[in-house]
């Protein structure tokens, strides 16, 4: 089996390319993008193309002709906060739109492409457990409206392409002592603003159970979408003291604090919205995985948060 992969420098591109070196199915890892990453591994075969440049859809087009791709990994969004909103979005909405192109022309056999449980929004009169059927009402922040458009046009290219396996994974916020996503940077800094009077149910999921489920992926006979979570859910204080951090109460007056605290970790577009996310409960039903991709999380919540201390330590 060839497996292609983006994003190979990824938190979830690190957590993936070891169990690919590692898996006996695996004869070769085509790895693409702009520049040559430090963790190939032995079976690695780097193809550099920069998914932001108009001509990249034909250059992996060819490219997935050349390598005989099988199953192609597209793990290239955007975590870190270095890069503009003008850039993710053209890596992400545009960069993915060149992926899908080159794979209906090339008859790709497998696409598995990660997302966000945070895509489904948080609201008052949100679903208790959201499952995968769900509307993705996401808010009005940059980086969440971005991915929302990501899925559709992947839904739209799997109907499209019904000989296509194609598989969605919404992950939870994902924690870890490697883990570098806009949670995790938010927890690190130390205080953590929340408010007055709400205490939201959240979940996580460790960053070696992500990148099982992402493994599972490759083997499995299913397709679709699946929420994929870790074994508990906890009150958002919860998650911030076990996390070694201070939660700092903030009455609705002043929360335009916390709309600070959040661009600091790496936050590019305006994220009132996201004060959604600290006020109401926001679950997603993990059983569609368990069913019909076998994911089981073993890293336990309290030891998933506890990585986060170390990292802090």
């Known amino acids: 089996m060839r497996v292609g992969v983006t994003g190979v420098s990824s938190d979830l591109g690190r957590g993936l390319l070891p169990r690919l070196e590692a898996d006996p199915l695996v004869d070769a890892i085509v790895v693409f993008d702009v520049a040559r990453p430090r963790e190939l591994t032995r079976k690695c075969v780097f193809v550099r193309v920069d998914l932001t440049r108009p001509g990249s859809e034909e250059e992996l087009t060819r490219a997935f ?30 960069g ?14 497998r696409l ?57 994974l919404r992950f939870a ?35 070696e159970d992500a990148a099982t489920a992402l493994h599972l992926a490759l083997t499995t006979k299913a397709r679709g979408t699946f929420n994929v979570v870790g074994d ?36 590019s577009s305006t994220p009132i919205a996201l004060l959604d996310f600290l006020r109401y409960s926001w679950v997603a039903d993990g059983s569609r995985a368990r069913i019909h991709l076998g994911f089981v999380p073993r890293i336990p919540f309290h030891e998933a948060m506890a990585s986060m201390r170390e990292r802090r330590s």
């Open 232 to 267: 508990a859910t906890a009150p958002f204080s919860t998650i911030v003291r076990l996390s070694g951090a201070q939660s700092v109460p903030l009455p609705g007056p002043v929360s335009r604090a916390t709309i600070r605290v959040l661009e600091t970790a790496g936050v």
């Open 96 to 109: 993915s739109m060149h992926v899908l192109a080159a794979a209906q022309a090339t008859g790709l056999r």
């Open 112 to 168: 598995v492409i990660p997302s966000l449980t945070a895509l489904y929004g948080a609201r008052a009169n949100g679903p208790a457990l959201a499952t995968e059927s769900h509307a993705l009402l996401g808010t009005g922040v940059r980086f969440i409206t971005d991915r929302v458009d990501v899925e559709q046009h992947i839904d739209q290219f799997a109907q499209r392409n019904p000989d296509i396996q194609v598989l969605v």
């Open 173 to 207: 916020p994902i924690v870890g002592a490697t883990a570098n996503n806009p949670f995790t940077r938010l927890l690190r800094t130390g205080f953590v603003p929340t408010l007055l009077g709400f205490d939201p149910v959240w979940q996580v999921l460790h960053e």
């Open 65 to 94: 002709r050349e390598q005989q791709l099988d199953t192609l990994f597209h793990l290239a969004f955007v975590n870190s906060r270095v890069h503009g909103a003008a850039f993710a979005h053209e890596l992400e909405v545009i």
